[in-house]
């Protein structure tokens, strides 16, 4: 709801306003902020204690004005508002309001003073007095001043607490200002590399710059300067940016460079963009000032006052240069040749400025002498969640508040930034910096030929149209793309980088990781405060205190650049040639000649589509070298010392590194680089397993063990030269799969050969140990397949087995056979089906890829390999990839029974789930019904609009489950709608989740099978962490593959083993079922029954003879029918549960379909909604399989960019999904008429898909029995060496 603006220009829904009257307490516009609280307590709705807790805000911040400005007047304007603005309302106070008069009081003068703190004091009770300590607003020296002035209640502090604390802060002030006295600043050796090289990236981290150029270096320095040292790097990285800055455009104009002309460094270049901008800011904050006290306020001065408060959070010179960094960071990273869409900048803009904003808040806030001194470090929670379960009398627990609880109340319950204030603030700062960036361009004239160099903007602000849709974007000058492509924004923000000491242990939501940075243990979408609410429930009953030490043991992992792997790749991006995985600095790409005009209007779409696609590669391979540019100078700048990777988890419970650029969850080049920071001796396994390792990472991982030893031994000669010439000899490593990984094991083994003896070799490269399609691992022990657990190597075997050449071979037998029956597409693909063709769509089937998207991977397969195929009306690329799709989901659907009844009762379940209504919307529907079915309505003055129907009907409950190790997981998928935000650039439509949007029901079902596999395989990764931790290994992951050192490979892989049988020795499934049953007791779900059951007819009687005119008086919502039924029916099982006999009698003689249902029908006579058709492994429509046979190429290619964008959130980074949603049709047999009309046609046609007419009933949510478990023994497992391998 947004409230109107008044004479004030105080405009905005509840979280705006809130968000404005912090952001003036945090800069001392404490007069601003009284005018804005005096606002919000006019809004209805607000919860007493909500803006109690808003009014001790303001107090703080007043409290604290007057410390350190004091005067009379602030003083006695501070009594006047708790009089006027508390009191007199009635707002009940707590400890905390006492608390912060008392304090106030205590500033008066003595004749004043103790009259005033007695005042107060009379307000508390004796056990509210004994809390005023825990209030963490007095220190103990005001505890003692008040025992003095009013002795009664003789409060008792532990004061020494302050000066211990205080003297052990001084203590770390002494450590670092010795650190900066005493270590001289380096001096850097020059390299050759392009652009500023290792001295600019040095000199921008804080780090490097107190580092001695001699003699010392991190490894020999104490534990309490290394954290020292690192805690320096996270606080002061905007700082020693501009300070680069600012020291390199000295510089250059110290040799006479003219640095608003010169070209060649983009740190000058920033440095003259941080001063322009600064000045834009400060004159920017004036302005703003004076809209705030304009007497009649403009429109400019209405945005002024709205985003101007969050300009003052940081000083200008900073808010400038995190501006210039998230900008020049975020169009290094994505790429800038194509153009950026707006909101994604200003949108990270925005998320930058605020995160520094919090985090500059926290570190004055630990710096401020009038609070308890123990206590006056809030941490980002804290900060976050001042509001949040304030009242003790509370009775929402968190994660079981209802789900249609008021904004008014839910607004205050988080302090970051609205979604618009982001918008405003983003918008603001990117069209500053588009007003200011200059960069020069040199023109050469085409008449005179003469060379003009003149000043352009560096960024402008376009629009583009993508898919129809006309979108902003910001385009960057080529001047600078190119030098973008030389030179990457050096200066990082801490929390980009690795740690140079082991990460904090998790404790907290918000505390570990880094040191002072703030820092997330879960990573979750903004706007979705569910998953958060449940996780942070979670930790305060313990119940993640696993998944933290499990975080904890792989951020403690040491690692260290492979210094001679590194020296390769620098020479070979310097070289400028496409070399492994990097790309060339300028490839080599030919936009085709235009076509002359001709009759045929397609050709001139095909010349676009293919100067598309070159300008389409350019800009991608442009794109991915800025990327490793990055990635190059963090791990230059690192190459000699040891850094650790603090990690957090996504909703699933999958653990990801922190630092976004060089980690080695990256690609194959930051994997190559990488190696452990400590060493093992290789021993008798070790060695082997070395050599394994170099087969694993050539690609030669299909054959059994002994066989993979065999081919390092055998290409001993050509292993030799990879490691000794890697450039200048036959470059034999680039034919690998993971060529810099491949050279990585080369070097290591050689090295290990030639040492003295190979079996004392100290190694420290990590040996990869990767699962058998993990997922399809996890599924076959779930449904105990005997065939699917010996294709997965569940099952012990002399031989790796391969699933994807498994289904393969089944795809071909059956297309052999189809090509004996004279079938015209088995007789063209008998002998064109490879296990690669299949792999894709296999692999990502068990992360619930649909026919649509299964049938866009073959296509793109078969296109790839055969290109010739015909292409005529009846065979092409489509109808064949259609046909072999069909025969991939049949093999995997006889492979994995089980697994496919699995899955299929998974989506069952979230189906159930996503249609249900919970006990407190019914309470409130019930509580609005006579509204609802009253013909009158009374007008009401007042801007509250009551709920609809459909609003209280709504589907808002999340599938949420709770993994093996206890931690809580809620898919985030809702139907958000967008919101429209005029900004100072353009108007912008954003979507943000909120809890009280519906579900989408389709991707809560998509989601829910790959979700709930995925949190076992985390499930899986963690507890092999903790064990391998306690074993004394070193222990990395990259979701199902394990490294560790090659001596220690045996001892990990039985820790995989027994890390699995434990798993799946349990009733996974079962006791999901029990958790489902509990969680959702109460609940109702919308259900269908199908047409053949008997009892249909009965429930049609039922209704059929209710009164006509009954039925015409009751609102109708879109999703929930029959909601007088829904109501009656409760109101029976009310009856029924009565403690009174009589009332129980009455309940058993009211009749409702959901009692006939019960007394006449079971589970087997529920209808299958339509969207679980394609839910199984395997599963497909014979309907959608024939169908899809006649769309055209422009559909295709609509709905594979689609499917990509939907399947985000469900699948891995490599799988695809598809958008399924279609509606529920009926199914036909095989002699059904087959519409053989393209799409185009349907729809010109307007054909309308026929609805399946399903009888519909309100029935309790239970959920279906878990389907019976297949004969596997998991426990066999123990003796698979395949497993992983």
């Avoid at 004796?126 to 008040?146: F, G, K, R």
């Avoid at 502090?157 to 200002?177: Q, R």
């Avoid at 609205?418 to 990117?430: E, H």
């Avoid at 000491?501 to 820092?519: I, M, N, Q, R």
């Amino acid at each position: 709801m947004r409230y109107s603006r008044n004479q004030r220009g105080i405009v905005g829904d509840l979280s705006e306003i809130q968000s404005v009257f912090t952001a003036c307490l945090q800069v001392g516009r404490i007069e601003r902020a009284g005018v804005i609280l005096q606002r919000i307590a006019k809004i209805n709705g607000i919860e007493p204690h909500d803006l109690l807790g808003l009014h001790n805000q303001y107090l703080r911040a007043a409290v604290e004005e007057i410390m350190v400005n004091p005067s009379t007047s602030s003083m006695q304007d501070l009594h006047k508002w708790f009089e006027l603005q508390i009191r007199l309302p009635g707002i009940p106070q707590n400890t905390d309001t006492v608390a912060y008069m008392i304090k106030a009081s205590l500033q008066a003068p003595v004749s004043t003073r103790d009259r005033l703190v007695r005042r107060y004091m009379d307000m508390l009770d004796e056990d509210s007095a004994a809390q005023l300590w825990d209030a963490e607003v007095l220190t103990a020296q005001e505890i003692d001043q008040i025992n003095h002035i009013y002795p009664k209640y003789n409060l008792m502090v532990e004061a020494h607490e302050d000066v211990d604390t205080f003297e052990d802060n001084e203590a770390e002030s002494a450590t670092l200002d010795q650190l900066e006295s005493h270590l001289p600043v380096p001096s850097v050796r020059p390299t050759g590399q392009k652009g500023l090289g290792l001295k600019s990236l040095k000199k921008s981290l804080s780090l490097f710059s107190t580092l001695p150029s001699e003699g010392i270096d991190l490894s020999s320095a104490t534990a309490k300067m290394r954290r020292d040292i690192q805690t320096r790097l996270e606080e002061d990285a905007v700082t020693s940016a501009i300070d680069r800055w600012r020291d390199e455009s000295t510089h250059l104009n110290k040799m006479g460079l003219n640095t608003s002309l010169q070209t060649k460094s983009l740190g000058a270049r920033m440095w003259k963009w941080h001063e322009a901008l600064t000045v834009y800011l400060k004159t920017e904050v004036e302005k703003v000032n004076a809209s705030e006290e304009a007497a009649k306020m403009s429109m400019d001065d209405l945005e002024r006052v709205n985003y101007g408060p969050f300009l003052r959070l940081l000083q200008p010179e900073k808010l400038a240069a995190v501006t210039i960094l998230s900008a020049m960071s975020t169009l290094g990273s994505l790429g800038a040749d194509k153009g950026l869409a707006l909101s994604s900048a200003i949108m990270a803009l925005s998320r930058s400025v605020e995160d520094e904003s919090i985090f500059d808040i926290l570190q004055k806030e630990s710096k401020k002498p009038m609070w308890p001194h123990s206590k006056n470090r809030p941490d980002l929670k804290s900060y976050r969640r001042a509001a949040r379960f304030y009242s003790a009398s509370s009775k929402d627990a968190p994660g079981t508040a209802p789900l249609d609880r008021d904004d008014s109340s839910a607004a205050l319950s988080e302090r970051g930034w609205p979604m618009s204030i982001r918008a405003k603030v983003g918008a603001f700062l990117m069209s500053a910096l588009i007003q200011v960036a200059k960069v020069p361009v040199t023109l050469t004239h085409p008449e005179t030929g003469e060379t003009v160099t003149q000043m352009q903007p560096a960024l402008s602000h376009s629009h583009q149209y993508k898919m129809g849709k006309k979108l902003g974007v910001i385009i960057a000058n080529k001047s600078l793309v190119a030098q973008l492509k030389r030179e990457p924004v050096h200066s990082l923000l801490a929390k980009h980088l690795p740690m140079l000491v082991e990460p904090d242990p998790w404790t907290d939501f918000s505390k570990g990781g880094f040191l002072a940075h703030p820092s997330k243990v879960m990573r979750i979408k903004h706007g979705d405060k569910d998953q958060r609410h449940y996780a942070e429930a979670a930790i305060g009953q313990g119940d993640m205190q696993q998944t933290f030490k499990g975080l904890d043991v792989l951020g403690k992992t040491p690692w260290r650049i492979n210094q001679p792997v590194f020296d390769v790749m620098l020479e070979a991006w310097n070289s400028g040639e496409a070399i492994a995985n990097m790309p060339p600095e300028t490839p080599n790409l030919t936009i085709p000649p235009e076509p002359e005009a001709s009759s045929d209007p397609l050709e001139r779409r095909r010349w676009i589509r293919e100067v598309k696609n070159v300008e389409n590669l350019r800009s991608g391979l442009h794109s991915q070298r800025c990327f490793q540019n990055f990635q190059l100078e963090i791990a230059r700048a690192l190459r000699k010392e040891v850094f650790y990777f603090p990690h957090n988890i996504d909703f699933r419970g999958r653990a990801y590194p922190i630092p976004p650029y060089l980690n080695h969850m990256g690609a194959d080049h930051c994997r190559g680089l990488l190696r452990f920071g400590e060493g093992r001796e290789l021993g008798e396994s070790g060695l082997r397993w070395l050599k394994v390792h170099v087969a694993n990472v050539f690609g030669f991982d299909k054959a059994s063990l002994s066989e993979r030893e065999a081919f390092a031994s055998r290409h001993m000669e050509k292993i030799y030269e990879t490691a000794t010439s890697p450039l200048s000899g036959s470059r034999w490593w680039l034919n690998a799969e993971d060529p810099w990984q491949f050279l990585a094991a080369c070097m290591e083994l050689r090295n290990a050969l030639e040492s003295p003896d190979p079996k004392k070799f100290v190694s420290s490269l990590p040996v990869h140990q990767d699962g058998t399609c993990n997922g399809l691992q996890h599924y076959a022990a779930l449904g105990g397949d005997i065939w699917g657990a010996r294709q997965v190597n569940l099952e012990p075997g002399d031989r790796p087995a391969d699933v994807y050449t498994a289904v393969a071979d089944l795809v071909k037998a059956s297309i052999v056979e189809d090509a004996a029956n004279g079938d015209a597409k088995g007789l063209l693909l008998k002998d064109k089906i490879s296990r690669k063709v299949v792999k894709q769509t296999v692999m990502t089937n068990v992360y619930g890829v649909t026919f649509v998207g299964a049938k866009a991977q073959v296509r793109r397969q078969l296109m790839a390999a055969y290109p010739d195929l015909p292409n005529d009306d009846v065979m092409n690329p489509a109808t064949l990839a259609i046909y072999v799709a069909t025969k991939i989901f049949t093999a995997l659907s006889s492979m994995f029974k089980g697994a496919h009844d699995i899955q299929y009762w998974l989506g069952d379940c979230a189906t159930r789930i996503s249609t249900c209504l919970t006990p407190e919307q019914m309470s409130r529907l019930e509580s609005e019904w006579p509204r609802l079915t009253s013909r009158t309505t009374e007008p009401s003055r007042s801007t509250y609009k009551p709920s609809t129907v459909d609003e209280l009907t709504q589907f808002k409950s999340s599938v949420i489950w709770t993994t093996p190790l206890h931690m809580p997981v809620v898919q985030p998928y809702r139907d958000s709608k967008s919101k429209t935000i005029i900004t100072n650039m353009q108007r912008l439509s954003l979507s943000e989740p909120h809890r009280s949007d519906p579900i989408s029901k389709r991707k809560q079902l998509q989601g829910f099978p790959p979700n709930f596999i995925h949190s076992l395989d985390a499930t899986h990764m963690l507890l092999s962490a903790l064990r391998c931790d306690e074993l004394g290994l070193s222990f990395a992951a990259v979701h199902d593959s394990f490294w560790t050192h090659a001596s220690e490979v045996d001892t990990m892989n039985t820790v995989l083993r027994d890390a699995f049988i434990r798993i799946h020795s349990e009733d996974v499934v079962g006791r999901l079922r029990d958790e489902f049953t509990a969680r959702y007791q109460g609940a109702m779900h919308i259900a269908s029954i199908r047409k053949d059951s008997p009892v249909v007819q009965k429930i049609k009687a039922w209704r059929e003879s209710k009164p006509i005119t009954r039925k015409a008086r009751l609102p109708r919502s879109k999703r929930a029918p029959y909601l007088d039924e829904l109501l009656l029916e409760r109101k029976r099982m009310r009856l029924l549960n009565s403690t009174d006999p009589a009332e129980v009698e009455q309940g058993k003689s009211i009749v409702t379909p959901t009692s006939i249902f019960q007394a006449h029908a079971a589970e087997e006579d529920l209808a299958a909604s339509v969207d679980l058709e394609n839910t199984g492994l395997g599963d497909m429509a014979r309907r959608e399989a024939r169908s899809r046979a006649n769309e055209d190429d422009a559909t295709e290619e609509l709905a594979e960019s689609e499917d990509s964008e939907e399947a985000e959130d469900t699948m891995d980074a490599h799988a695809e999904g598809a958008d399924d949603s279609t509606p529920e049709l009926e199914s036909g047999g095989e002699s059904e008429e087959v519409d053989e009309r393209t799409v185009f046609e349907k729809t010109m046609a307007g054909a309308k898909p026929k609805y399946a007419v399903h009888t519909q009933i309100w029935l309790p949510l239970v959920f279906p029995p878990v389907p019976k478990k297949g004969d596997f023994d998991v426990t066999r497992l123990k003796n698979s060496q395949y497993f992983f391998s």
